[in-house]
């Protein structure tokens, strides 16, 4: 059963590449391990920044596509879906034919979509060719993670993860910084083109300073079914999860593709005992610290990526600012990632993830419990504390689980570790927009009937008040052309406090989910194959 499934790809048994440990100490530039961390740095600086630049100019591109609140969600939920369905499969691809290859090859692609993003002029090539990125950012993340993996020996590793966490954490909040400066001094455009010189630098780096390894056991065969049935059950997982704010989390489509994808994951799951090179031995999986890093991934994504999504509409459409002062007001979660994720990286190394990891995820849950507490009128010293301890947070979850999963794996699966890495954020991502999502507009809906009633405001036809909702769920006042000054000012403020209502219960939840996370955490411990990686190179 097994031949007929699988595609071998042996080649001659003397060309079989050599462990990490048999190569020779890499000399110069390509294999340094210091230089093969920047340049992995720098590839995945544009998928990490293009999870969250575009959260800031999503209001511009929506106004100069004429794209509608639902459609402007695509931007960010068609990068997460094709990221969250190909990145196992990606780190998978990595393992089998070198991390160096399929690095550079998602590089070039990537900043190749990017381009051609920047070159659109309708919403569905904008979604089109995000969907291009995810494809492309997959092959490069987790192949990244397996590089690392295979050029630091144990004892810099969590150093080297960490100052990688620093260059993704800093990239994913410093995203709306630039995405500010960029919008309010270029164009929408710009956020995207950014990313073509940026993908130069990382392949002429990656050509010159990258030691392709691949492990003595390394995976010879692809598991097409299996490849088949997990994308299958993740494409209805995260469609399933994208679509519920629209279809409703009662209706019958919804749970029906939730149901299909735990059929798939089901049958995925008996599929792999039979298959001689499953796509993911599920022994991993008896690793509890490797399943808690993993649920942990999801979690701390769900509370960030969900929270962030509301509040660069806060910042915008509530209190007036531009795109560049909303960024700037985010630094303080962009700098205490950079400062954090290092000294969480070597903090990590001396005693070890639980404790760091627990902190920073109880940290995180204050910092949504506080973002809950924001008005129209809080100033911007009491946003910075919240932003801030959110940076604090996540810098330790983002560098400790991430050693968490990956060394706890083989090193032949190093690969499909990132890419499990990586899948969990996204997926987390995509469950933190939606499920944040649905709370939004269910807490709007319930409010804005009652409260435009109360402030005195003309009665609205179900029609009238369902585009109302839609405007008010990104802050926006549904105010008319010609509509007088007084009304207008009314409508503006019933607008703002619905709106923050709403806000105020999805950051709750983030929270809630967050201090879950704290006892997820108590489950990690320090990787057990970490110091089967490296071994070749000099620090």
């Avoid at 164009?187 to 010189?197: E, K």
Wanted: glycine share 14%; hydrophobic share 55%.
């Amino acid at each position: 059963m097994t031949s007929q499934t699988t595609i071998d790809t042996t080649g001659p048994a003397d060309e079989s590449p050599s462990t990490p440990s048999d190569q020779p100490p890499a000399k110069g530039l390509r294999g340094h391990p210091w230089f093969t961390l920047i340049t992995v740095a720098v590839g995945v600086m544009m998928v990490a920044l293009d999870g969250t630049i575009v959260a800031i100019a999503n209001p511009a591109i929506a106004k100069d596509l004429g794209a509608t609140f639902a459609e402007v969600q695509w931007i960010t939920n068609a990068y997460f879906l094709a990221l969250a369905v190909s990145l196992i499969t990606a780190g998978k691809l990595g393992d089998r034919f070198g991390h160096r290859q399929t690095f550079l090859i998602g590089v070039v692609g990537f900043a190749a979509a990017s381009g051609a993003i920047g070159l659109s002029d309708s919403i569905a090539l904008v979604v089109a060719f995000r969907v291009l990125q995810g494809l492309f950012g997959a092959l490069l993340m987790p192949a990244a993670l397996g590089l690392l993996r295979a050029t630091f020996p144990a004892e810099k590793l969590n150093m080297a993860i960490g100052i990688w966490g620093m260059v993704i954490g800093a990239s994913t909040a410093g995203g709306p910084i630039l995405g500010g400066v960029l919008v309010e001094h270029v164009n929408w455009q710009s956020v995207f083109f950014i990313n073509v010189p940026v993908g130069v630098l990382a392949v002429a780096l990656g050509a010159v300073m990258l030691l392709d390894h691949r492990a003595e056991n390394a995976p010879r065969s692809f598991d097409i079914l299996g490849i088949v049935l997990l994308s299958g059950a993740m494409f209805c997982l995260v469609w399933a999860l994208i679509k519920a704010p629209e279809w409703g989390w009662g209706d019958g489509l919804t749970w029906a593709f939730i149901g299909g994808s735990a059929v798939l994951f089901a049958g995925f799951a008996v599929w792999e005992n039979f298959v001689a090179e499953p796509l993911i031995p599920l022994g991993l999986f008896r690793s509890v610290p490797l399943s808690a890093g993993v649920v942990l991934m999801v979690m701390m994504a769900i509370a960030f990526m969900g929270g962030l999504f509301f509040v660069t509409f806060y910042l915008q459409n509530v209190h007036g600012m531009s795109p560049i002062d909303a960024g700037l007001h985010l630094l303080p979660l962009t700098g205490m990632m950079i400062v954090g994720s290092p000294l969480a990286g070597a903090m990590i190394t001396k005693v070890g993830p639980r404790i760091p990891l627990a902190g920073g995820m109880l940290c995180v849950a204050v910092a949504m419990f506080g973002m809950s507490t924001l008005e129209k009128g809080t100033g911007s010293l009491a946003m910075s504390v919240w932003f801030a301890l959110l940076g604090l947070g996540l810098a330790p979850v983002m560098v400790g689980a991430t050693e968490v999963i990956v060394g706890n794996a083989p090193m032949e699966l190093s690969g499909v570790a990132g890419g499990l890495q990586q899948a969990a954020m996204q997926i987390g991502g995509s469950l933190g927009t939606a499920v944040l999502g649905a709370v939004m507009a269910s807490k709007v809906d319930s409010d804005l009937a009652g409260n435009w009633t109360d402030a005195g405001l003309p009665a609205l036809t179900p029609d009238q008040l369902g585009r109302a909702s839609e405007a008010v769920q990104v802050g926006v006042p549904p105010v008319a052309k010609g509509t007088p000054p007084g009304i207008a000012a009314k409508i503006t403020d019933v607008a703002h406090d619905t709106f923050i209502s709403g806000m105020s219960l999805a950051s709750l939840v983030a929270a809630g989910v967050a201090a879950v996370a704290v006892f997820v955490a108590l489950l990690t411990k320090r990787g057990e194959n970490a110091e089967s990686g490296a071994g070749v190179g000099h620090i």
